[in-house]
């Protein structure tokens, strides 16, 4: 007999036209990430409604949220079943999974379907696929080694309180190396990552993200900024300027690859490649990325520090709506580059009260609705990964579908943020996890200050949703509908 994982499997493909409709596949913290050859062979509608399916995103790719550990065996599943690996072009003559939907049909749905995909190519759409595809292969990388710099920093704290014996002090020395390993050489393996996404050879990329931080050169050589006269630092430009390094870099070696010779093409096009790359890097990308970026955390600190309570309240508002449209994957690398300049990211703590208000209209809805058991039965599901940070189970199942508790819970993230921000000097040294999870990557001993921002979301989000939330479709048994 098929497990649930295999039944759940045959179903998506039942519903995005089969297994030959497939591109490529790949699933994030939460998410399948489908590559799609023709949409209007996509029942959106019939995967909505599929038991297992939390939510589905029709953006560059067809995301089908099923919530974290389902979506990665559902995606093993379903790889399998074509024959690739994760991420692999699926064979262009593999056979459908099901039958074709009768012609009729698919003519009638074409035209509609065609008008949005043209919608949703837009540059900046492309752009968020690129910085999704090279940032969310890295996410279990940075949960690990953040956890790992955090029980560190909590020890180190003992250590010095004395709470720990000082013969504690080389395990510290040695976990700190250990979440040390990814932070110190990201540009590395954002290159490598950036080069698969954008079709140039992984390794060259790697090369160029290490050129970033100027190996070699030590004082008293310097190589000189060419717009200021100053030396340029090591690691200048960080993320942003890798990203743009490697996306020239891709160009290049196209380039190359189509204009030299097969007989010298394996000597030459990587030589040229790196030669005419890492001048551009170093002479024109980093300093004008390192101009880039110090603006860009300079003013989000500026906004924070002036903005305050306003400013959090803000941002912790708006952040459910962005990740709900995938347009948080845009702050990855924002996050990342805070990290590198100041040690810790403000910005992530007060996003962070987003999930927090909605755990807190959750409970509202199961306090005011406790009558409707297909509700109820929905967040006693999506509650407890919603209080390690995971949303999207919680927005996709609840509080989205039910339209007046998705606004409420915003608000909720909203008041959450707004005591982060008043507080200030709140930040964290990394990204991944979110919700109670992040309270051990809460830098300066400021977790105390974090865990108020959390039951302020919670207790905001509840409040507001349970007097002015709860629509009265919901308060009795029956499927969980869109208010009208």
Excluded at 67 to 85: C, D, F, L, S, Y
Excluded at 301 to 330: D, E, K, R, T, Y
Excluded at 440 to 451: C, D, E, K, S
Excluded at 464 to 482: I, K
Aim: hydrophobic share 50%.
């Amino acid at each position: 007999m098929a497990d649930k994982y295999q039944i759940l499997s045959d179903q998506i493909y039942g519903e995005i036209g089969g297994i030959g409709n497939v591109q490529s596949l790949i699933h994030c913290m939460t998410r399948l990430r489908i590559h799609i050859k023709d949409m209007s062979k996509v029942n959106v509608e019939g995967l909505k409604k599929l038991d297992g399916v939390i939510g589905v995103v029709e953006a560059e790719t067809l995301e089908v949220v099923l919530g974290p550990g389902i979506n990665t065996k559902v995606a093993a599943i379903m790889n399998e079943e074509a024959g690739v690996k994760e991420g692999e072009e699926f064979p262009s003559n593999i056979s459908s999974y099901q039958a074709e939907k009768e012609e009729v049909a698919r003519k009638a749905a074409e035209v509609h379907a065609a008008r949005k995909a043209s919608l949703k190519q837009t540059w900046w759409r492309i752009a968020l696929q690129h910085i999704s595809a090279i940032f969310v292969p890295l996410i279990p990388a940075f949960v690990g080694a953040g956890l790992i710099s955090g029980v560190a920093g909590i020890m180190r704290n003992m250590l010095t309180v004395k709470i720990l014996p000082a013969s504690w002090n080389l395990g510290v020395t040695v976990l700190a190396m250990m979440s040390s390993a990814l932070f110190a050489y990201l540009n590395v393996y954002v290159g490598i990552n950036a080069a698969k996404e954008f079709g140039a050879t992984p390794g060259l990329g790697g090369i160029i993200g290490g050129i970033v931080y100027l190996p070699g050169i030590v004082a008293p050589v310097t190589i000189t900024n060419i717009f200021d006269g100053k030396p340029l630092a090591a690691g200048q430009g960080g993320i942003i300027g890798v990203l743009l390094a490697v996306w020239l870099l891709s160009y290049i070696e196209k380039f190359l690859h189509k204009h030299i010779a097969d007989s010298v093409d394996i000597i030459f096009t990587p030589f040229l490649t790196i030669l005419a790359t890492g001048l551009l890097t170093v002479f024109l990308i980093m300093p004008l990325a390192g101009a880039v970026s110090n603006s860009l955390v300079g003013a989000i600190n500026w906004v924070l520090n002036v903005g305050g309570a306003v400013a959090g309240f803000i941002l912790g508002s708006l952040f459910l709506p962005m990740v709900m449209l995938g347009l948080h994957q845009i702050l990855t690398p924002i996050h990342l580059e805070m990290i590198q300049k100041l040690g810790n990211t403000p910005l992530l703590p007060i996003l962070a009260m987003a999930g927090a208000g909605q755990v807190g209209a959750a409970i509202a809805l199961w306090v005011k609705c406790r009558k409707n058991k297909s509700l109820t039965r929905l967040i006693k599901g999506a509650l407890p990964v919603g209080i390690l940070g995971v949303g999207e189970p919680l927005i996709y199942g609840v509080t989205l579908p039910l339209g007046r508790p998705f606004i409420t819970a915003c608000i909720g993230g909203g008041i959450g943020g707004a005591v982060v921000g008043g507080i200030g000097k709140i930040g964290a040294i990394a990204i991944g996890p979110s919700g109670v999870a992040l309270i051990p990557l809460i830098a300066n001993n400021m977790w105390w200050g974090y865990v108020l921002g959390l039951l302020s979301a919670y207790v905001g989000g509840f409040l507001v949703t349970y007097f002015f939330g709860v629509p009265a479709s919901a308060m009795t048994d029956g499927e969980v509908t869109q208010e009208k």
